[in-house]
T-cell receptor
Framework: DARVTQTPRHKVTEMGQEVTMRCQPI?????VFWYRQTMMQGLELLAY????????DSGMPKDRFSAEMPDATLATLKIQPSEPRDSAVYFC???????????FGSGTRLTVV | AQSVTQLDSQVPVFEEAPVELRCNYS??????LFWYVQYPNQGLQLLLK??????LVESINGFEAEFNKSQTSFHLRKPSVHISDTAEYFC????????????FGTGTRLTVIP
């Protein structure tokens, strides 16, 4: 089965450090999402790309977060500088809308100490 | 705008008993409807989806959901649950036109008790 690959699976970093999370969407999928999941907030949409162009990043703290798709096989989410409140699981999902349902990766568990 | 409400944050149920997880949505446009399942320490997996046609949709592991347009609901049901069904279940909607974003509910934790 085709899958969305996220790296790293786990990341522990110190406050103030830069964090980069990577996502390889399924080949041929033209839509990519980044979500953040925490116990308190549940699933929050951070950014959303269609054909590599950002469509919506209103859920992302602009001062420290950035999301890009340098090519169709790679999406990145960066946090600089990281803060303890950024600790969460970050999921990437890809799909072919409309109605495809989207496929999620296994997530990156980020801990900022 | 779209919103999804999952009224039950936790549902405990005994093994082999039936279960219903409720989902109601609000949307100004027509939507597609989805249920996702998340097992501990894993990502979300698509369980089933309603796109069009029959309002009753089924998954391969015995779950079913029925789209009710008048009540704007998409409840998930299973007639007999197994221990392995213990997981978090998320209802989601996606507009049929425009951005096709995914809007999630807050999730329902299903715990199957032996």
């Amino acid at each position: 089965d085709a899958r969305v690959t996220q790296t790293p699976r786990h990341k522990v970093t110190e406050m103030g450090q830069e964090v980069t999370m990577r996502c390889q969407p399924i080949l041929g999928h033209n839509t990519v999402f980044w979500y953040r999941q925490t116990m308190m907030q549940g699933l929050e949409l951070l950014a959303y790309f269609r054909n590599r162009a950002p469509l919506d990043d209103s859920g992302m703290p602009k001062d420290r977060f950035s999301a890009e798709m340098p090519d169709a096989t790679l999406a990145t989410l960066k946090i600089q500088p990281s803060e303890p409140r950024d600790s969460a699981v970050y999921f990437c999902a890809s799909g072919l809308p409309p109605g495809s349902g989207y496929t999620f990766g296994s997530g990156t568990r980020l801990t900022v100490v | 705008a779209q919103s999804v409400t999952q009224l039950d944050s936790q549902v405990p149920v005994f093994e082999e008993a039936p279960v219903e997880l409720r989902c109601n949505y609000s949307s100004s446009v027509s939507v597609y409807l989805f249920w996702y399942v998340q097992y501990p320490n894993q990502g979300l997996q698509l369980l089933l989806k309603y796109l069009s046609g029959s309002t009753l949709v089924e998954s391969i592991n015995g779950f079913e959901a029925e789209f009710n347009k008048s009540q704007t609901s998409f409840h998930l049901r299973k007639p007999s649950v197994h221990i392995s069904d213990t997981a978090e279940y998320f209802c989601a909607v996606s507009p049929r036109t425009g951005a096709n974003n995914l809007f999630f509910g807050t999730g329902t934790r299903l715990t199957v008790i032996p």
